[in-house]
């Protein structure tokens, strides 16, 4: 069972404002439009503010690793307990048809720049929203954790890329869920 978060007005509005700003700081990987880039960027947003929620609505005490205008890179998204690292993955999914079926996916030089800084969990988030047209924040209400996993378990499902950043295709359902 998922943990599904409401999403609140304030944290889509500063997903949309931060995203505005990293578009000219970060790397376009995947070679996307500036449109497309920047719905990328507010799905991730909107993950990290979600998970940002859930931290506090459990009480932890951490640190969160966000963006800073002119930096490129971030060291990690969440520490908590002192040195436990956290690398948040977010996707949006048709709110139709739901996660269930999808898939955590890596690129290989993420996966490797993650094991560089020492990732020990990553967390993955699916969001509402997605549509044929891309992504539409207004059809986003609810984030759901769908599950952790021990960052260098990823390399267990290492693949022959069929797409660019497939190179890492974790099922859903092999996630910890707790």
Avoid at 122 to 143: P, R, S, Y
Wanted: proline share 1%; net charge positive; charged share 30%.
């Amino acid at each position: 069972m998922s943990r599904k978060i409401k999403l609140t007005k304030e944290i889509k509005h500063k997903a949309v404002k931060f995203a505005k700003l990293k578009l000219k700081d970060t790397y376009n990987r995947f070679g996307f439009d500036d449109k497309k880039r920047l719905n990328q960027i507010i799905i991730g947003n909107i993950g990290e503010f979600a998970f940002e929620k859930v931290l506090i609505e459990q009480g932890f005490n951490y640190e969160f690793d966000f963006y800073q205008e002119g930096r490129t890179k971030d060291n990690f998204d969440f520490c908590i307990h002192g040195g436990l690292t956290i690398e948040v993955k977010t996707s949006a999914f048709y709110n139709q048809y739901g996660f269930s079926k999808l898939n955590l996916l890596y690129s290989q030089d993420q996966y490797q720049a993650g094991l560089k800084k020492g990732f020990d969990y990553c967390a993955v988030l699916m969001i509402e929203g997605k549509t044929k047209q891309g992504f539409n924040i207004d059809l986003c209400n609810f984030a759901f954790v769908a599950g952790y996993i021990k960052y260098k378990n990823i390399a267990k499902y290492k693949q022959e890329a069929r797409f660019f950043g497939d190179n890492y295709k974790v099922p859903l359902n092999q996630l910890i869920n707790r």
